[in-house]
């Protein structure tokens, strides 16, 4: 296998495992705003505010091994912004249909986010590799 091949092989693993964490993370701060009565928008942001922060320095230094700046985290900042409107707009259909609870709906818009969000770091904000 090429290096280069190799390296991505790596970063989409680190990126993965990352996801993982941050999902996690995002989905339990999520929950437990829900389960207190939090309202289903506010929870949302709460959580991702928390995983955003997460999200930034363990993907620059793990998964890209760069270091934080303020030219990735501003480039990091308008990336996130461009997948949580989308997760915005999955959270509001998905809720709007009434077919499946909150906390799918959720789950659902967070996927959306998710994939999004992996393709702009590594074309975009960490596209030094």
């Known amino acids: 296998m090429r ?3 190799l390296k991505l092989l ?3 693993i680190r990126y993965g ?3 993982l964490m941050n999902t996690a993370l995002t989905f339990l701060v999520i929950a ?3 389960y207190f009565d939090v309202n289903a928008y506010v929870s949302n942001i709460v959580g991702f505010i928390i995983g955003l ?3 930034y320095i363990l993907n620059s230094r793990f998964t890209f091994n760069n270091k934080t700046s303020s030219h ?3 480039k990091f900042a308008a990336s996130f912004i461009i997948a949580y409107l989308l997760n915005i707009v999955v959270l509001k259909f998905s809720i709007s249909i009434s077919l499946i609870p909150v906390l799918a709906s959720q789950l659902i818009a967070m996927v959306s986010y998710n994939i999004s969000l992996f393709v702009l770091m590594k074309v975009w904000v960490f596209d030094r590799d």
């Open 32 to 34: 437990l705003l829900t």
């Open 3 to 5: 290096a280069w091949l």
């Open 72 to 74: 990735s985290a501003k």
């Open 10 to 12: 790596e970063q989409l």
């Open 17 to 19: 495992l990352v996801g």
């Open 53 to 55: 922060l997460n999200s």
